[in-house]
């Protein structure tokens, strides 16, 4: 007999988490394994509140969701811009009113822009860099208190980056390039690898994920100029595209105990699409 104990692997049951970029796409599919999983309290954040593709609308899902099936979990929305160092600061302050102690942060909000290399306006490529790396430094920074506060040598909190394969892969040059998207994400990866260094002693670890394409309002626009759904799929060695499922399930492990001791990993979810032909490189 081996001391194995798996009992908990993948359970968040009790946990309080952050996820920025909370009110759609990847965000919300966060959100709501981590309520499935047991979750507590789930801060969902981006700037909307209102609207289709606000938080509101999110929160309710959510809510709704875990009545439907008689869950504990509830869902706050908190509008704030994690692009901005004092928004961050209001946003640590307005979650210490629900919860002293954090257990995860989802630092998943990311901007993207495409075109041309030569007039590529340079408001394009700060904003980029002011939410996929000051941003998601500023809220490891500004949370590491109540990450802290939380985690224990048995129990680790949680930081999770979601990056891009666009970091580890130069996806797009041309008329529809995305260099410094590409960089910010790189950047990001190794951003991780330093935060986990720096957190790891204090009980957090550190961790990114990778996604490829899944349709939503931020990859649909290049998903069309690339061919569409039907072309990728085709490429991909999965033969498809990401699902919800698919970030899910990786969310779960990185964000449970069944990851205590990994820390300053990245893990791609694009079902080998990174490693295939060149492409995508011929934009
Ligand atoms: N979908 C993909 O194929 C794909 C592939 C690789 C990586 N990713 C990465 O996955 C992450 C999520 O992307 P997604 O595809 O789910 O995009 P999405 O559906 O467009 O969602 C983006 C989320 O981020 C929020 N957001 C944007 N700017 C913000 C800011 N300055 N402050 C706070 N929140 C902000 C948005 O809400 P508001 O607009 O209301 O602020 C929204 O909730 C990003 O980091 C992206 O780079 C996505």
Redesign the pocket.
């Known amino acids: 007999m081996s001391e194995v104990n798996i009992d908990g692997f993948f359970s968040l049951e009790g946990k309080v988490a952050l996820i ?10 966060t959100a709501t394994a981590f309520l499935l999983a047991g979750a507590k309290t789930l801060f969902i ?5 209102g609207g289709e ?3 509101d609308q ?1 929160v309710k899902r959510l809510n709704d969701l875990a009545t439907q099936k008689g869950l504990k979990g509830r869902a706050i929305g908190i ?6 160092e004092d ?1 961050i600061k209001r946003l640590v302050g307005e979650v210490q009113k629900h919860e002293s102690k954090l257990d995860i942060l989802v ?6 822009w495409g075109g041309p290399f030569g007039p590529t306006p340079d408001w394009s490529s700060q ?1 980029i860099l ?3 790396v000051r ?1 998601v430094f500023n809220l490891a920074r500004l949370f590491s208190p109540m990450l802290a506060a939380s985690g224990s040598p048995d129990d680790p909190s949680r930081i999770v980056i ?5 970091g580890t892969n130069v996806a797009h040059v041309g008329d529809n390039g995305t260099i410094m ?1 590409s960089a910010s ?1 790189a950047a ?1 990866h190794h951003l991780g690898r330093n935060l986990a260094v720096e957190l790891g002693p204090r009980n957090i670890t550190v961790n990114t994920v ?10 649909n626009g ?2 069309d100029i690339l061919g569409g759904v039907d072309e990728l799929s085709r490429e991909n060695p999965r033969k498809r ?2 699902v919800p499922n698919d970030i899910a399930g990786v969310m779960l492990f990185l964000c449970s105990r069944a990851s205590n001791y990994v820390n300053g990993e990245y893990i791609s979810v ?1 079902g080998g699409s990174r490693l295939g032909s060149g492409r995508l490189t011929k934009m």
């Not at 920025?20 to 599919?29: D, E, K, P, V, Y």
């Not at 954040?45 to 509140?49: E, G, I, P, Q």
């Not at 990778?210 to 990859?219: D, I, N, R, T, V």
């Open positions: 920025t970029g909370g009110s759609r796409g990847l965000g919300l599919h954040s981006a700037r909307k509140a593709q606000g938080i999110a509008p704030a811009n994690v692009a901005q928004d630092a998943n909000a990311g901007a993207t904003k002011d939410l996929n941003g979601v990056s891009s394969v666009a998207y994400k990001a990778a996604p490829g394409f899944f349709p939503s309002k931020l990859a290049l998903i595209l990401g694009d």
